[in-house]
Nanobody
Framework: QVQLVESGGRLVQAGGSLRLSCAAS????????MGWFRQAPGKAREFVAT????????YYADSVEGRFTIARDNAKNTVYLQMNSLKPDDTAVYYC????????????????WGQGTQVTVSS
């Protein structure tokens, strides 16, 4: 079991940066692959980024590649999403998720989810 709490979301202007954090509690955080997903109003949830348990394997959605960076600190039980060059289309609720095994772009592969944090990018 792992519990996830996201933070760091806020209103930011286009072109700005934000860093989201996801704090995990429970056992064996370092055993989990971690992912970030987002859901904009009226749209389906979509994959953003994922990182392996060791931090050395990462995958990104095409829409964020080169602008967002996912990283984790297993000593702090925390995963981060650094978001640069933000666009209004990045506006969404961002969710952190955890799964055993290898990283995945598929939301249904994740067994644990946080409550989300709102990111709003103004033009």
């Amino acid at each position: 079991q792992v519990q996830l709490v996201e933070s760091g979301g806020r209103l930011v202007q286009a072109g700005g940066s934000l860093r989201l954090s996801c704090a995990a509690s429970g056992r064996d955080f370092s055993s989990y692959a971690m992912g970030w997903f987002r859901q904009a109003p009226g749209k389906a949830r979509e994959f953003v980024a994922t990182v392996s348990w060791s931090g050395d394997i990462t995958y990104y959605a095409d829409s964020v590649e080169g602008r967002f960076t996912i990283a984790r600190d297993n000593a702090k039980n925390t995963v981060y999403l650094q978001m640069n060059s933000l666009k209004p289309d990045d506006t969404a609720v961002y969710y952190c998720a955890a799964k055993m095994g290898v990283p995945s772009r598929l939301g249904h592969a994740y067994g644990y989810w946080g409550q989300g944090t709102q990111v709003t990018v103004s033009s």
